[in-house]
C-alpha cells in the first residue's frame, strides 16, 4: 500500500476570490490541515486546473486529495479522479453564495470558508480509497418469476439485451391475466376500439428465444445469496427440484381482483352480479357474438359499478383506485355495443379516470351509446329476472335506479406478493415460543410465499399495508427492500397492461444494472458505483444485534457466534449499521465515525464572548445537502453560523457525533433527512425514522450535560425546499442566540 500524499487545491473562480482571502486559505491548509502539497488555480474545473491535479497524481505521487472549491454535487465530471481518495470542501454553493453581500460580513464569511477548508483536510486524513467488494462475480442471468404480460415483457427485453433468463411460472402456459382477456384496452391509434392482447405472439416469442429457459407448473422453493450469486430452488408440480444461479431476480407475480364477496351490498354473491374477470370470461364464450349470462339469458341491459371496494374511506374495503378500471368498463361496454348496438349499456362512475389517450377511447364509447352516469351506487338487489341498481345521481343530486340484466363490479388491485412481512415476524414470534397455532400459521404462510428467501428477515419482500412491495416510489420504483430483486407490474402498484409492459422493461434494466454492478464489486442504488462496503472489528463487537435488526434491506446475519455477517452485495452503503453501533466498531473505508468525527473537531469554535454561535448541520446527501445547495444556486441567504456536513443517510448518525459536537462547544445540532412514516421520503427507507427514534433517547443526555433539549433538533427537508431550509436555519439560530451560548464553550 502507498504512503499517503496529500494535496489541497484551492480555486478561485466563480467569485471565490472576489469574496475570500484564497491565500488564507493555502495557509490553513498548510498549517493547520497538514497538507504534503497546496495549489490554488483561478479556474480548476478547467482542462488545466484539472490536468495540474492530474500531473501531480501521476508525477508527486499524491494519493489524498481536498478540492476546496463548489459544491460535491458539482463538476463531478471534471474532479473524477478514481485512483485517489478525494474530500470536498464546498465555498461556492455552501458559503459565497448564501452569506449576505456586504463587507460587514467579510469575516464571517471567511470564518466559515476556512473552517469549510480545515474540514475538508481532516475528513481527508481519516479517509481511505475503497479497494472493491472482493466477493465480486461474473454471474449475468436473470430470473423472472410469474409469466404474465410484466413478466414475458422483463424475460424478452432481458433476452433482447443479451442476457440469460430463466423464466418460472406456476401456471400451465405462459401469459397469467391476459390470456382471461377478450380484448385489451387499446394502446395506439387510433385508439377508438379495443385490441387483441397480444400475450399469444409475446408468449410464443419468449418460448422461442434461444436464451429464455421457461419452466412451467413451477414455483421458488428457495432462494438464498444475493445480487450476483443468488442460488434457487425451482420446484416442479410433478415433485422435481431445479438448481439454477442468477444474479438478479424480476418479481412479476401480478394480481388477484378483489373479492366481490365482500361487496354484498353491490350485490357480491348474487348470481347476476359478476366482476371485470367475470365478464371477461362471458367475453370469451361468446367471440364476437352476444353475451350471455351464466344462465343462458342474453344479455340486454348492463350496469357498470366503478370503484366498487376501491377509493374506500371507511377502511373497509380498499382505499386506493387500481388505475385500468374505468378504461376496462368503457372496453367491456363496447362489447356489447359491437356485438349488438341496441344492447343498454351504462357506467356508474364518480370520476372517470383513463390515463394516456382514453380521452379518445372514452368518446368513441359515447358514439357508440354506451351511457356514462355520474353517481355513487348505495345497493344492488336482485328482481325477478335480473338486478335492481340504487344510485345517487350527482348531477342531478337525486336517487335514482337502474334495470339491468346483469350488472359488472370494478373491482380492484390485490398484488399477488407472498407473505407479508409484519405478520410474519408476528407468527415466527409466537411460533418460536411453542404455539402449536402459530407453527400451523407459520407453515401455511411458507406455502404462499412467491420467493421463499433464506433471509432471516423472513420469505418475502417487505410490503407497504396492501401488499404492494415496498419502494421509493418517486425515485426508486423498481427497487425493493431485498437488493437485487425487481418487482414489475401490478405487485409493484396498481396499472393497466400498457404501464405493466413499460414497468417490466425498466424492471428488466434495473436488473441488468444489478448484475453489472455486482460484477464489478458496486453497490446498487442509490449509491451505484461506490465500492466501498462495510467493514467490523469484530474483537470490540458487544453481540447487540442492533445492526442485524436495524439493516432495512436484510444485508446483515449472524454467525453461529452471533457475530454480525455483513453480505455486501445487499449492502447498499447507507450506513445505518454504523449508526446503530454503540461501541462504533463498523465503518466504510470512505465513510466513517472517524471521518465526520474529525471535521466536527476541526470546526474553530469561537469563545463565549465572541457572539458567534456555531451550529452543526448534518444533512442527508440525498434531499437535505441537494436543497442547501439550491438555496446557494437561488442565493437564499441563511446564517454563517453553521457548519454542514453531508451523510449519507440519517440513519448512518451515530449519537457520538452529537455529543462530540456539543462537548466541542457547538451551540446546537441540526439533522437534516427525508421525511418519514408511511409516505416516507428515505431513500434507504427506514433511516430517518431510526435517526429519529435514535435522537428521541437523546433527551437524557443533554441534561446531564447541563444543556437544553432544544439545543438538537430534526427537520424533514424535500430536495425542492430550498427556501424552507434556509428558514429552518435562521430560525434555529436565532433560537440559539435567544438560549444564549452553550455552556460546554471552553471545555472542548
Same mark, same amino acid.
Given at each position: 500500500?502507498?504512503?499517503?500524499?496529500?494535496?489541497?487545491?484551492?480555486? *478561485? &473562480?466563480?467569485?471565490?476570490?472576489?469574496?475570500?482571502?484564497? %491565500? #488564507? =486559505? $493555502?495557509?490553513? /491548509?498548510? @498549517?493547520?490541515? +497538514?497538507?504534503?502539497?497546496?495549489?490554488?488555480?483561478?479556474?480548476?474545473?478547467?482542462?488545466?486546473?484539472?490536468?495540474?491535479?492530474?500531473?501531480?497524481?501521476?508525477?508527486?505521487?499524491?494519493?489524498?486529495?481536498?478540492?476546496?472549491?463548489?459544491?460535491?454535487?458539482?463538476?463531478?465530471?471534471?474532479?473524477?479522479?478514481?485512483?485517489?481518495?478525494?474530500?470536498?470542501?464546498?465555498?461556492?454553493?455552501?458559503?459565497?453564495?448564501?452569506?449576505?453581500?456586504?463587507?460587514?460580513?467579510?469575516?464571517?464569511?471567511?470564518?466559515?470558508?476556512?473552517?469549510?477548508?480545515?474540514?475538508?483536510?481532516?475528513?481527508?486524513?481519516?479517509?481511505?480509497?475503497?479497494?472493491?467488494?472482493?466477493?465480486?462475480?461474473?454471474?449475468?442471468?436473470?430470473?423472472?418469476?410469474?409469466?404474465?404480460?410484466?413478466?414475458?415483457?422483463?424475460?424478452?427485453?432481458?433476452?433482447? *439485451? &443479451?442476457?440469460?433468463?430463466?423464466?418460472?411460472?406456476?401456471? %400451465? #402456459? =405462459? $401469459?397469467?391475466? /391476459?390470456? @382471461?382477456?377478450? +380484448?385489451?384496452?387499446?394502446?395506439?391509434?387510433?385508439?377508438?376500439?379495443?385490441?387483441?392482447?397480444?400475450?399469444?405472439?409475446?408468449?410464443?416469442?419468449?418460448?422461442?428465444?434461444?436464451?429464455?429457459?421457461?419452466?412451467?407448473?413451477?414455483?421458488?422453493?428457495?432462494?438464498?445469496?444475493?445480487?450476483?450469486?443468488?442460488?434457487?430452488?425451482?420446484?416442479?408440480?410433478?415433485?422435481?427440484?431445479?438448481?439454477?444461479?442468477?444474479?438478479?431476480?424480476?418479481?412479476?407475480?401480478?394480481?388477484?381482483?378483489?373479492?366481490?364477496?365482500?361487496?354484498?351490498?353491490?350485490?357480491?354473491?348474487?348470481?347476476?352480479?359478476?366482476?371485470?374477470?367475470?365478464?371477461?370470461?362471458?367475453?370469451?364464450?361468446?367471440?364476437?357474438?352476444?353475451?350471455?349470462?351464466?344462465?343462458?339469458?342474453?344479455?340486454?341491459?348492463?350496469?357498470?359499478?366503478?370503484?366498487?371496494?376501491?377509493?374506500?374511506?371507511?377502511?373497509?374495503?380498499?382505499?386506493?383506485?387500481?388505475?385500468?378500471?374505468? /378504461?376496462?368498463?368503457?372496453?367491456?361496454?363496447?362489447?356489447?355495443?359491437?356485438?349488438?348496438?341496441?344492447?343498454?349499456?351504462?357506467?356508474?362512475?364518480?370520476?372517470?379516470?383513463?390515463?394516456?389517450?382514453?380521452?379518445?377511447?372514452?368518446?368513441?364509447?359515447?358514439?357508440?351509446?354506451?351511457?356514462?352516469?355520474?353517481?355513487?351506487?348505495?345497493?344492488?338487489?336482485?328482481?325477478?329476472?335480473?338486478?335492481?341498481?340504487?344510485?345517487?345521481?350527482?348531477?342531478?343530486?337525486?336517487?335514482?335506479?337502474?334495470?339491468?340484466?346483469?350488472?359488472?363490479?370494478?373491482?380492484?388491485?390485490?398484488?399477488?406478493?407472498?407473505?407479508?412481512?409484519?405478520?410474519?415476524?408476528?407468527?415466527?414470534?409466537?411460533?418460536?415460543?411453542?404455539?402449536?397455532?402459530?407453527?400451523?400459521?407459520?407453515?401455511?404462510?411458507?406455502?404462499?410465499?412467491?420467493?421463499?428467501?433464506?433471509?432471516?428477515?423472513?420469505?418475502?419482500?417487505?410490503?407497504?399495508?396492501?401488499?404492494?412491495?415496498?419502494?421509493?416510489?418517486?425515485?426508486?420504483?423498481?427497487?425493493?427492500?431485498?437488493?437485487?430483486?425487481?418487482?414489475?407490474?401490478?405487485?409493484?402498484?396498481?396499472?393497466?397492461?400498457?404501464?405493466?409492459?413499460?414497468?417490466?422493461?425498466?424492471?428488466?434494466?434495473?436488473?441488468?444494472?444489478?448484475?453489472?454492478?455486482?460484477?464489478?464489486?458496486?453497490?446498487?442504488?442509490?449509491?451505484?458505483?461506490?465500492?466501498?462496503?462495510?467493514?467490523?472489528?469484530?474483537?470490540?463487537?458487544?453481540?447487540?444485534?442492533?445492526?442485524?435488526?436495524?439493516?432495512?434491506?436484510?444485508?446483515?446475519?449472524?454467525?453461529?457466534?452471533?457475530?454480525?455477517?455483513?453480505?455486501?452485495?445487499?449492502?447498499?452503503?447507507?450506513?445505518?449499521?454504523?449508526?446503530?453501533?454503540?461501541?462504533?466498531?463498523?465503518?466504510?473505508?470512505?465513510?466513517?465515525?472517524?471521518?465526520?468525527?474529525?471535521?466536527?473537531?476541526?470546526?474553530?469554535?469561537?469563545?463565549?464572548?465572541?457572539?458567534?454561535?456555531?451550529?452543526?448541520?448534518?444533512?442527508?446527501?440525498?434531499?437535505?445537502?441537494?436543497?442547501?445547495?439550491?438555496?446557494?444556486?437561488?442565493?437564499?441567504?441563511?446564517?454563517?453560523?453553521?457548519?454542514?456536513?453531508?451523510?449519507?443517510?440519517?440513519?448512518?448518525?451515530?449519537?457520538?457525533?452529537?455529543?462530540?459536537?456539543?462537548?466541542?462547544?457547538?451551540?446546537?445540532?441540526?439533522?437534516?433527512?427525508?421525511?418519514?412514516?408511511?409516505?416516507?421520503?428515505?431513500?434507504?427507507?427506514?433511516?430517518?425514522?431510526?435517526?429519529?427514534?435514535?435522537?428521541?433517547?437523546?433527551?437524557?443526555?443533554?441534561?446531564?450535560?447541563?444543556?437544553?433539549?432544544?439545543?438538537?433538533?430534526?427537520?424533514?427537508?424535500?430536495?425542492?425546499?430550498?427556501?424552507?431550509?434556509?428558514?429552518?436555519?435562521?430560525?434555529?439560530?436565532?433560537?440559539?442566540?435567544?438560549?444564549?451560548?452553550?455552556?460546554?464553550?471552553?471545555?472542548?
Amino acid at each position: 500500500m502507498a504512503e499517503m500524499k496529500t494535496a489541497a487545491y484551492i480555486c *478561485s &473562480g466563480c467569485g471565490l476570490g472576489d469574496k475570500l482571502d484564497i %491565500a #488564507q =486559505l $493555502g495557509k490553513i /491548509a498548510q @498549517k493547520e490541515g +497538514k497538507m504534503a502539497l497546496v495549489r490554488e488555480h483561478d479556474f480548476l474545473c478547467n482542462t488545466e486546473g484539472v490536468q495540474m491535479i492530474r500531473d501531480d497524481i501521476e508525477k508527486e505521487g499524491v494519493t489524498h486529495i481536498c478540492i476546496a472549491a463548489c459544491s460535491r454535487r458539482a463538476k463531478t465530471e471534471a474532479f473524477h479522479f478514481p485512483a485517489v481518495a478525494m474530500t470536498r470542501a464546498n465555498l461556492r454553493e455552501g458559503v459565497i453564495w448564501v452569506v449576505a453581500e456586504g463587507s460587514e460580513h467579510d469575516e464571517v464569511r471567511q470564518e466559515m470558508a476556512d473552517d469549510y477548508v480545515r474540514m475538508g483536510c481532516a475528513e481527508l486524513k481519516k479517509v481511505k480509497l475503497p479497494e472493491g467488494n472482493p466477493n465480486r462475480t461474473q454471474l449475468k442471468s436473470i430470473m423472472v418469476v410469474g409469466g404474465g404480460m410484466s413478466g414475458l415483457t422483463a424475460a424478452f427485453e432481458a433476452a433482447e *439485451s &443479451g442476457y440469460q433468463v430463466i423464466l418460472v411460472e406456476k401456471q %400451465a #402456459q =405462459l $401469459g397469467g391475466w /391476459a390470456n @382471461k382477456l377478450w +380484448k385489451r384496452v387499446p394502446y395506439k391509434a387510433p385508439y377508438a376500439e379495443p385490441q387483441d392482447t397480444g400475450v399469444a405472439k409475446l408468449a410464443a416469442k419468449v418460448s422461442s428465444h434461444p436464451l429464455i429457459k421457461v419452466h412451467l407448473n413451477s414455483t421458488i422453493a428457495e432462494t438464498s445469496g444475493a445480487p450476483g450469486r443468488f442460488a434457487v430452488k425451482i420446484a416442479q408440480e410433478s415433485g422435481a427440484v431445479t438448481e439454477a444461479a442468477v444474479g438478479a431476480i424480476v418479481q412479476a407475480t401480478g394480481f388477484t381482483n378483489y373479492d366481490i364477496a365482500k361487496l354484498p351490498e353491490l350485490g357480491g354473491g348474487q348470481a347476476n352480479v359478476v366482476d371485470q374477470a367475470g365478464l371477461e370470461a362471458l367475453a370469451q364464450a361468446a367471440n364476437g357474438g352476444a353475451l350471455k349470462r351464466a344462465d343462458g339469458k342474453e344479455i340486454k341491459s348492463v350496469v357498470f359499478l366503478q370503484c366498487a371496494g376501491q377509493r374506500d374511506d371507511t377502511a373497509k374495503h380498499l382505499p386506493y383506485c387500481s388505475g385500468h378500471c374505468c /378504461a376496462t368498463s368503457i372496453k367491456q361496454a363496447m362489447y356489447f355495443k359491437d356485438a349488438n348496438p341496441e344492447v343498454n349499456a351504462v357506467v356508474v362512475y364518480q370520476d372517470l379516470r383513463v390515463p394516456g389517450m382514453g380521452e379518445d377511447f372514452y368518446r368513441s364509447a359515447q358514439h357508440k351509446g354506451v351511457i356514462f352516469a355520474k353517481g355513487k351506487a348505495s345497493g344492488v338487489e336482485p328482481t325477478g329476472n335480473g338486478c335492481k341498481v340504487n344510485y345517487r345521481d350527482m348531477i342531478l343530486d337525486a336517487d335514482a335506479t337502474l334495470e339491468a340484466d346483469l350488472v359488472v363490479l370494478a373491482t380492484g388491485q390485490v398484488p399477488s406478493a407472498g407473505v407479508n412481512l409484519d405478520i410474519w415476524d408476528t407468527v415466527v414470534r409466537e411460533a418460536d415460543g411453542g404455539s402449536e397455532a402459530a407453527k400451523q400459521q407459520k407453515s401455511e404462510l411458507q406455502k404462499i410465499s412467491v420467493l421463499n428467501l433464506n433471509y432471516r428477515q423472513g420469505p418475502d419482500m417487505p410490503q407497504f399495508k396492501y401488499g404492494f412491495a415496498d419502494s421509493h416510489f418517486i425515485c426508486f420504483p423498481y427497487e425493493t427492500r431485498r437488493t437485487g430483486i425487481y418487482a414489475a407490474g401490478p405487485v409493484r402498484r396498481p396499472m393497466d397492461m400498457l404501464q405493466a409492459t413499460e414497468d417490466a422493461t425498466g424492471a428488466a434494466l434495473k436488473a441488468i444494472q444489478a448484475v453489472e454492478n455486482a460484477s464489478l464489486g458496486r453497490a446498487a442504488h442509490p449509491r451505484s458505483g461506490d465500492l466501498s462496503y462495510p467493514i467490523v472489528r469484530l474483537e470490540g463487537c458487544t453481540q447487540c444485534k442492533r445492526c442485524t435488526v436495524e439493516c432495512p434491506f436484510g444485508a446483515i446475519d449472524e454467525d453461529e457466534r452471533r457475530f454480525p455477517v455483513f453480505n455486501e452485495q445487499r449492502c447498499r452503503r447507507c450506513g445505518t449499521c454504523m449508526g446503530a453501533c454503540p461501541v462504533r466498531v463498523i465503518s466504510f473505508e470512505n465513510y466513517s465515525v472517524d471521518t465526520v468525527g474529525n471535521q466536527i473537531k476541526a470546526v474553530e469554535i469561537p469563545d463565549e464572548f465572541s457572539e458567534k454561535p456555531r451550529v452543526l448541520i448534518l444533512a442527508c446527501e440525498n434531499d437535505a445537502y441537494p436543497a442547501l445547495d439550491m438555496a446557494g444556486l437561488s442565493r437564499i441567504v441563511y446564517s454563517a453560523f453553521v457548519r454542514i456536513i453531508p451523510v449519507r443517510c440519517l440513519g448512518s448518525v451515530n449519537t457520538i457525533w452529537i455529543t462530540d459536537a456539543l462537548n466541542s462547544g457547538y451551540d446546537g445540532v441540526m439533522m437534516m433527512g427525508c421525511k418519514k412514516g408511511d409516505d416516507y421520503q428515505c431513500h434507504f427507507v427506514k433511516g430517518s425514522e431510526l435517526a429519529n427514534y435514535r435522537m428521541s433517547k437523546i433527551g437524557d443526555t443533554l441534561t446531564q450535560m447541563g444543556l437544553e433539549p432544544e439545543r438538537v433538533s430534526s427537520f424533514e427537508v424535500a430536495i425542492t425546499d430550498n427556501a424552507r431550509v434556509a428558514g429552518f436555519i435562521n430560525e434555529f439560530v436565532a433560537q440559539l442566540v435567544k438560549m444564549g451560548p452553550s455552556p460546554m464553550k471552553g471545555f472542548g
